[in-house]
C-alpha cells in the first residue's frame, strides 16, 4: 500500500515590510535620516539642490515649448500626438523626482494609486521656482562660509585703495588688515555653522514640493 505524504502549503501571508534605517543612493552610499547634520548628509543634501537647478531648467524650459507647440498645433492635429508625448515624458520624469525628493526626505514617495496627467506636469512646468531659490540660497552660503574662513589666504589679493571702505570701516572698526582678516573670518564662521541646518531646509522645501505634487498620498 502505498501512502501519500502532503506538502506544506506555501506561506501566502503578506509580509510585513522591513524597516529601513538608512537610504542608498545609486553609488551605493547611505544617507543619514532627516535632521542628521553630518557631512555625509550635507554632501546629499547640496547635491540634491545644486543638481536639482539645471535639471529644473531643462525640465520647465522644455516641457513649456512642447505644451506651446502641442497646444499652437493642435488644430492641425500634430498637437495631439505631441502632447500625449510631453504628458509620457513628464510622467517618466515625475518617476525620477521621486526617487530623488526620497533620498532627501529619508522615506519612500509612492507613486499616486491612479495615474493622473496633471501633478506631473504641472510640477515639471513649476519646479524652476523652488530650485531657483534654494540653489540661490544654498550656493550664497557656501560661497560666504568658504571665503570668510580662507579671508587670510586671499585678503593680499584685493587692491584697497586709500578711501576704500569695507565692512570693518562701516561698523566702525577701522582699517587694520588683521581686524578686516578677522571680521571676514568670524562672519565666514557663522555661516559655516548655520550651513548644515540651512541646506538641509532648502533641500527639504524642494523635496517636499516634489511629494506634494507626485506623492500618492
Known amino acids: 500500500m502505498t501512502t501519500v505524504t502532503g506538502t506544506a502549503a ?10 529601513v534605517s538608512t537610504w542608498e543612493t545609486g553609488c551605493g552610499e547611505a544617507l ?3 535632521g542628521h547634520t553630518s557631512i555625509q548628509a550635507l554632501w546629499v543634501d547640496t547635491r540634491y539642490v545644486l543638481t536639482g537647478f539645471p535639471i529644473g531648467v531643462l525640465t520647465s524650459t522644455g516641457l513649456t515649448a512642447a505644451v506651446v507647440l502641442g497646444l499652437g ?11 500625449a508625448g510631453t504628458l509620457a515624458v513628464s510622467a517618466r520624469i515625475a518617476e525620477a523626482e ?11 514617495v509612492p507613486a499616486p494609486e491612479r495615474a493622473r496627467w496633471w501633478p506631473a506636469l504641472a510640477h515639471g512646468l513649476l519646479r524652476i521656482v523652488p530650485s531657483t531659490v534654494s540653489f540661490t540660497v544654498v550656493v550664497t552660503w557656501w560661497f560666504a562660509a568658504a ?12 587692491p584697497y585703495g586709500p578711501r576704500a571702505e569695507g565692512l570693518p570701516e562701516l561698523i566702525g572698526l577701522g582699517s587694520a588688515t588683521e581686524t578686516r582678516i578677522w571680521l571676514y573670518m568670524a562672519a565666514g564662521l557663522l555661516f559655516a555653522l548655520t550651513l548644515a541646518p540651512l541646506v538641509r531646509a532648502m533641500a527639504g522645501m524642494e523635496a517636499r514640493f516634489a511629494e506634494r505634487l507626485l506623492g500618492g498620498a
Open 10 to 19: 506555501p506561506d501566502i501571508s503578506p509580509r510585513q515590510p522591513e524597516p
Open 32 to 34: 543619514a535620516p532627516p
Open 73 to 83: 498645433t493642435a488644430v492641425l492635429v500634430v498637437g495631439v500626438p505631441i502632447l
Open 98 to 108: 521621486r526617487r530623488r525628493a526620497s533620498m532627501v526626505l529619508g522615506r519612500a
Open 147 to 158: 571665503a570668510g574662513l580662507s579671508a587670510s589666504l586671499w585678503d593680499w589679493t584685493v
